[in-house]
């Protein structure tokens, strides 16, 4: 199966940067919406910002102003920058990708990585 790896998580001040990193990787035929979502402890995790393919981007109303999604298509990678970062955005942080795996007739589903740490405190 296909495995996305995030990695630049950390511990952060208030409105400092951080930037998120996820990286597909396996026998990828496409990669179709890329994501991240993220899950505070005692909440529900929910959507931070996907990005398709064809470049259209959707933003949680907290990210809007603050985070941007980009993505490298040929290499199925996805980036999150986070700037002005708050406390109520600490969280951990996963990727979401949904892959067409193999060689027609595909396989296709929804996978997630492992997570990644943010913190944000002073």
């Known amino acids: 199966q296909v495995q996305l790896v995030e990695s630049g998580g950390g511990l952060v001040q208030p409105g400092g940067t951080l930037r998120l990193s996820c990286a597909a990787s396996g026998n990828i035929f496409s990669v179709n919406v890329m994501g991240w979502y993220r899950q505070a402890p005692g909440n529900q995790r929910e959507l931070v910002a996907t990005l398709t393919t064809g470049g259209h981007s959707d933003y949680a109303d907290f990210a809007k102003d603050r985070f941007a999604i980009s993505r490298d298509n040929a290499k199925s990678t996805a980036d999150l920058q986070m700037n002005n970062l708050k406390p109520e955005d600490t969280a951990v942080y996963y990727c979401?990708?949904?892959?067409?795996?193999?060689?027609?007739?595909?396989?296709?589903?929804?996978?997630w990585g492992q997570g990644t740490q943010v913190t944000v405190s002073s």
């Open positions: 979401n990708a949904q892959i067409r795996e193999g060689s027609p007739p595909y396989i296709e589903y929804d996978t």
